[in-house]
């Protein structure tokens, strides 16, 4: 299993990006997804939940700012991201968690089972 994230980049503070994060030998069809950002010096950050049915939930750091969604065609997620600030830089990643059952969204890392490789977004002031 493999995600592959990508769409990173350097955008000044006010613009957008959108990652994208595409699945192979898993699909998210029938999966959890989550987003997550690491800044240097800081414990990786849960920001989004995007459940198998569409469900999705935000922190409070991203309402209103980033917008998940997934093509299950393609077998990608993706994350817009508006209104970026200098404090959104940081390596985000994509995770995905297989089936069970649970909640709709997770929001500890070790409760994931596969992650892309992670990709900078540096916004400047």
């Known amino acids: 299993v493999q995600l592959q994230g990508s769409g990173g980049g350097l955008v000044q503070a006010g613009g957008s990006l959108r990652l994208s994060c595409a699945a192979s030998?898993?699909?998210?069809?029938?999966?959890?997804v989550g987003w997550f950002r690491q800044a240097p010096g800081q414990e990786r950050e849960f920001l989004v939940g995007l459940s198998w049915s569409g469900r999705t939930y935000y922190e409070d750091s991203v309402k209103d700012r980033f917008t998940t969604s997934k093509d299950n065609a393609k077998n990608t997620v993706y994350l817009e991201m508006h209104s970026l600030k200098p404090e959104d830089t940081a390596v985000y990643y994509c995770?995905?968690?297989?089936?069970?059952?649970?909640?709709?969204?997770?929001?500890?890392?070790?409760?994931?089972?596969?992650w892309g490789q992670g990709t900078q977004v540096t916004v400047s002031s």
């Open positions: 995770a995905a968690k297989r089936p069970n059952g649970g909640r709709y969204y997770y929001t500890q890392p070790q409760e994931y089972d596969y």
């Open positions: 030998g898993h699909t998210f069809s029938n999966s959890t």
